[in-house]
Structures are given as C-alpha cells and as structure tokens.
Nanobody
Framework: QTQLVESGGGWVQPGGSLRLSCAAS????????IGWFRQAPGKDREGVAT???????NYIDSVKDRFTISRDNAKKTVSLQMNSLKPEDTAVYYC?????????WGQGTQVTVSS
C-alpha cells in the first residue's frame, strides 16, 4: 500500500529547530518526486521544499538556508530539517509524493512557532 505518514511536528520557540519525518511506504524514492508543503490558517497550501528522484532540491525563498529536505532510500523516509524557525513558519506541514503520475499526501502534522 502506498502511503505517507508524517511525524515530528510540535511547538517550538522562535529560533528553534524541528525535524519532520515522513514514512513513505510503497514508494521508490530514488525515482519519485517528493516534497513538503504547508498550509497556514486562512492561506493556500504552498510548496516548501521538493526533491526529485535524481536528488536535485528546490526551496521557496522564505525557507532557503534554514530548511533542508533529505531522504533515506533504504529506510523509505523523507525528512525536513527546520532551523531558525519563525512565527510565520507556523502551519500544518504535509508530506507529498508523486510517482507514476499519481499524487499522494500525508495527513499533516502541526508546527507551531511562538514564544
């Protein structure tokens, strides 16, 4: 069964760090497009970071140099290391995967950045 399950969200103070993980069962990560999206209250869902099968990464400008997407092909996990977190990073974060033209989404995990 192909599915994505996130973990690792929570509350952190501004300037802190969190690491999100996504268990990507049923995926072949070295050929799939994977990524992390987020949706803040009252805003559209936006792509935060993506990684192609070949390993190239893309980030939105607001998280460059703070967030890092990575994957472990053998463990079938996708991670998002988030450093120097800001209140505007508060959102529900979703793991995303696309393989053979089919898109998959995780259930989402809440990240709250506040003092």
């Amino acid at each position: 069964q192909t599915q994505l399950v996130e973990s690792g969200g929570g509350w952190v103070q501004p300037g802190g760090s969190l690491r999100l993980s996504c268990a990507a069962s049923g995926f072949t990560l070295h050929t799939a497009l994977i990524g992390w999206f987020r949706q803040a209250p009252g805003k559209d869902r936006e792509g935060v970071a993506t990684m192609k099968g070949g390993g190239s990464r893309n980030y939105i400008d607001s998280v460059k140099d703070r967030f890092t997407i990575s994957r472990d092909n053998a463990k079938k996990t996708v991670s998002l290391q988030m450093n120097s977190l800001k209140p505007e990073d508060t959102a529900v974060y979703y793991c995303y995967g696309k393989e053979s033209g089919v898109e998959y989404w995780g259930q989402g995990t809440q990240v709250t950045v506040s003092s």
